[in-house]
Each structure stands twice: as C-alpha cells, then as structure tokens.
C-alpha cells in the first residue's frame, strides 16, 4: 500500500488510548499498537507483520495490540504507534499543543521567532465545524417543529370530526345516569393514552434512526439514554390533552336535551 500513516511511539501506553486486543508491552522492540479502525479499513489483525518506509528507513514490526482512539478528543492521536521510547535512526518530527494567549500577531511572531515551528490555529477550525453543527441543528429543530405542527394539526382535526359522535355517546351516558366528572376523566384518559403511546412510538423510532445514522452513516458509537422515551411519552400525552381538550372543551358542557334533539334531527 502506498499511502501515509501517522506513527509514533512511547515508552508507555497514551492514558487515553483502551487497548481493545492484544497486548501492550512497555520496551517491546519489534513491536507495533495499530488503531482498530483502520486495522479493520485495511483487514489488519493481531501477528500481521508490517513495513514501514520512513524517511527511507524500512522499518518491520508486528502487531501486538489494537487501540480504541477517540479521534474527536483534540488530542495527539495516531493510527500505528510504537511501544518504545525511542526509535534509532530514523527521522522524527515534535508535536505540541498549547492555548495560546489572545493576542493580535501571536502566531507570527512566534513563528519568527522559531523559522522551524509549523503553527496550526484550531480556534478557526473549530468555529468553522461549530457554524456548521449550529446550522444543521436549526435545520433539524425547524425540522422537528414542523413535523409537531403537523401531528398537532392531524390530532385536533381528528378530534374535531368525531366531536359530534362523542357528544352524542356523552349524552346517552348522562342519560343512564353517568356524572359529567367521570366522562370528564375517561376523555382525559383516553386522550393521554393516544398521546403516551404515539409518543413513546415516535421517540423509540426517532431513537432507532439516531442509532442506524450514528452507526452505517457516520459510523460513530451512538449512546441511547432512556429518558428520550420517557420524555416522549410524557410530551405526547401533554400534547394530545392539550389538543383534546381545545377540540372537545365544550361537548360536556352542552345539554343531554338539546345533544339527544340534534342527534335525532
């Protein structure tokens, strides 16, 4: 393969580097940790042997350890290190990171300074990935204000067109002797077990989406808390006794005479 990989090496293992198989053996020489994800990338396993070219240095080594690196941790990462303090002979080049004091003409000065220091501003980076995240969350929040408006819409129509027929069935009820009060709480009822389940359904789904984009799309690990359904369900039956209770705040208030008169009109 001809490509450029990020190497390195230490004398132990980076704190923030999980060994995931394998194992790391402080001074081992010949011995190469390669990161998992592009050991799977290019079908890598445990006892595979390697060669480098580095600097025109051949370099073999055999894979002992695969690590987990989080590559959005800002911190110095690599896909294929060495267990050694060391390595003889051939070329290395030094990387740092550092918050650097905000001030105008910091970074050339400093590069004047030290002609071989390549200086790298991540504050512009990183504000140019926070403009972009900001964006496509508007977009998505527009996106889920939308779709709620919608669903409120279709479930106030839905109660509106059947607001005769409940009135109807009220009224016979009150007949036969059933007190406002109780049909009162069985709507209630009624309304926030169509919102519990139409909201524990749309989170559990919107839950499932998450994960599969998180997964075969962006392929990063997707970590699912069970408050997003409970928060669902809780929301969806707010939301229905809300839109219930505008569509039908009237049909108990009506009398059982004139609800009977215009069902037999």
Do not use: C
Request: zero cysteines.
């Amino acid at each position: 393969m001809d490509r450029e990989f990020n190497l390195s090496n230490a004398a132990t293992r980076p704190a923030h580097n999980e060994v995931v198989a394998g194992r790391w053996t402080d001074g081992e020489a010949g011995a190469v940790s390669v990161e998992e994800g592009i050991a799977k990338t290019l079908n890598l396993k445990l006892g595979d042997s390697l060669r480098f070219d580095i600097g025109g240095v051949p370099t073999d080594a055999r894979i002992t350890s695969l690590r987990k690196v989080d590559w959005g941790s800002m911190r110095a990462n690599f896909f294929v290190m060495y267990p050694v303090a060391t390595l003889a002979d051939v070329p290395a080049t030094y990387m740092a990171s550092f918050r650097a004091p905000e001030m105008a003409g910091f970074d050339n000065r400093l590069v004047r300074a030290f002609p071989n220091i390549t200086s790298v501003d991540m504050s512009s980076t990183i504000n140019q990935v926070q403009r972009v995240l900001d964006q496509v969350i508007r977009a998505v929040e527009f996106l889920f204000g939308f779709a709620l408006l919608a669903g409120l819409i279709v479930l106030f129509a839905a109660v509106t067109a059947t607001r005769e027929e409940r009135a109807r069935e009220f009224a016979i009820m009150r007949a036969v002797g059933a007190r406002a009060s109780l049909l009162r709480q069985v709507q209630r009822a009624e309304l926030a077990g169509v919102g519990l389940l139409a909201g524990f359904l749309a989170s559990t789904v919107a839950v499932g989406v998450g994960w599969a984009l998180a997964h075969y799309v962006f392929e990063f690990e997707w970590t699912a808390t069970p408050l997003v359904p409970l928060l669902g369900s809780l929301a969806g039956a707010l939301l229905a006794l809300a839109a219930g209770w505008w569509g039908l705040r009237d049909v108990l208030r009506r009398p059982v005479v004139e609800t009977l008169r215009r069902a037999a009109e």
